[in-house]
């Protein structure tokens, strides 16, 4: 799936910018993914879906707003990694774990209409496999996005929320529990999910710790709208001045 949305990728950028071969659009993409430390295939979705730019004009988006990175209270997030994504999704995971109190879980991120698995951590391969995508509502990850609500599965076994497939998956990787958190971004739209898995079924949770997961959930979609308006914009600007020979008129690389 990721290996076409790079095909796709480099064909706009070939026609858009008359390049000569499939590799010096894949330069293109591959140098704004390390520039900016985004994943490639975000780049490639990118380009695929968003307009493009005059190609007369220096930069792709003029006259966007730019404002600081949004504050990431309790998430322990280092100020040299505050524009880091991976940084952010690691820490909105490990406080989402503490929380709970678990060592199992997973965070996974809204595109092109599915759930794609980012992160996890004390997952096998099985798991993270069936759930690199997960595109129905067998889930209870699924269903905390569509309801923009947090979504407690007490017993992963019993619970009418799975498929069976997906049942099989999560049992097999040693979770009997699970609590899927919904990423609320500044317009209300849920930008991805973070779950905790559990070794033994569960009560439910304190509202002390509803609270302070729906707090890291809304502080981690905050992030991510302004990384997708700030950074991954600031991704494209340096491909559009890479491929014109603007790199001057383009945006500074993150620090």
Known sequence: ????????????????YRLRSPEDAFTLLRSASQHFNIKLHTVAELVARIAGPDIQDGLWFPRRPRTAAPALPGLGVARDGQQSHSAVLKAGLHRVLHITDTGMGNVQLV??????LEKHTGLNREFTDFFAFVHDAGTACAQAARQRQQVTVKNVESADVFDEDSRHAILQAGSRAAHSLPL????????????????????????????ALAATGAAVGRWLHWHRQTVVLDALEHLHAQATGTNGKGPDRPQ
Do not use: C, P, Y
């Open 111 to 116: 595109g092109n209409g599915m759930l794609r």
């Open 1 to 16: 799936m990721a290996r076409a949305s790079v095909d796709s990728a480099q064909v706009i950028l070939m026609d858009r």
């Open 184 to 211: 609320i971004g500044r317009a209300g739209q849920v930008l991805g999910i973070i779950s905790s898995h559990h070794e033994k079924t569960l009560r439910g949770f304190s509202q002390t710790q509803l609270t």
